[in-house]
T-cell receptor, first 112, second 110 residues
Framework: DAGVTQSPTHLIKTRGQQVTLRCSPK?????VSWYQQALGQGPQFIFQ???????QRGNFPDRFSGHQFPNYSSELNVNALLLGDSALYLC???????????FGPGTRLTVL | GEDVEQSLFLSVREGDSSVINCTYT??????LYWYKQEPGAGLQLLTY?????DMKQDQRLTVLLNKKDKHLSLRIADTQTGDSAIYFC??????????FGTGTRLKVLA
């Protein structure tokens, strides 16, 4: 039973560029959440997708956007990258109407 | 507002018990979780407790919840060097998002 997978593992971008991160949920899960974890901090909620719609959003600017596909996989897009966007981006999946989220290994984004 | 606090560091000797503490502010929390993060890795779910429980035991792990004081603890019995990691508590009030603490770095001395 495959767990949550994310790609790529690492990514290096420069300021002003755009980036797309990908997530495949755990088998049987239909809900995907994205979190940003800055160095030395706990994860911060970005948004959650269910039925291809953004269901809830945290305190992140519109530069952060996402998408969920019919197969429940998801993308996180960040436009106009800033140095402060450097972080580990974590995807978590869950089955709707249950609260337990299972996390992937993350994508480490470095913005130079 | 929603806030979760943890102490930053804990050091224990191998074979001893570890107790990691967490306090939260949201009185409407429904589930509280403990996750483990090893260097460069994602979060591994260890255990969780529903807010109407006050204790849950799962092998070497014991979770205690004091809802009145909004205090959660994770006890690891017979701590091993492989338990060295950062431990996060998180709470949710059914609004889909998790609120995480800043993590407690556990160091196990051989």
């Amino acid at each position: 039973d495959a767990g949550v997978t994310q790609s790529p593992t690492h990514l290096i971008k420069t300021r002003g560029q755009q980036v797309t991160l990908r997530c495949s949920p755990k088998s049987g899960h239909d809900t995907v959440s994205w979190y940003q974890q800055a160095l030395g901090q706990g994860p911060q909620f970005i948004f959650q997708y269910y039925e291809e719609e953004e269901r809830q959003r945290g305190n992140f600017p519109d530069r952060f956007s996402g998408h969920q596909f019919p197969n429940y996989s998801s993308e996180l897009n960040v436009n106009a990258l800033l140095l402060g966007d450097s972080a580990l981006y974590l995807c978590a999946s869950s089955l709707t109407d249950t609260d337990t989220q299972y996390f992937g290994p993350g994508t480490r984004l470095t913005v130079l | 507002g929603e806030d979760v606090e943890q102490s930053l560091f804990l050091s224990v000797r191998e074979g001893d018990s570890s107790v990691i503490n967490c306090t939260y502010t949201d009185s409407s929390s429904t589930y509280l979780y403990w996750y483990k993060q090893e260097p460069g890795a994602g979060l591994q779910l260890l255990t969780y407790i529903f807010s109407n429980m006050d204790m849950k035991q799962d092998q070497r792990l014991t979770v205690l919840l004091n809802k009145k004081d909004k205090h959660l603890s994770l006890r690891i019995a017979d701590t091993q060097t492989g338990d060295s990691a950062i431990y996060f508590c998180a709470e949710t009030s059914g609004t889909y998002k998790y609120i995480f603490g800043t993590g407690t770095r556990l160091k196990v001395l051989a």
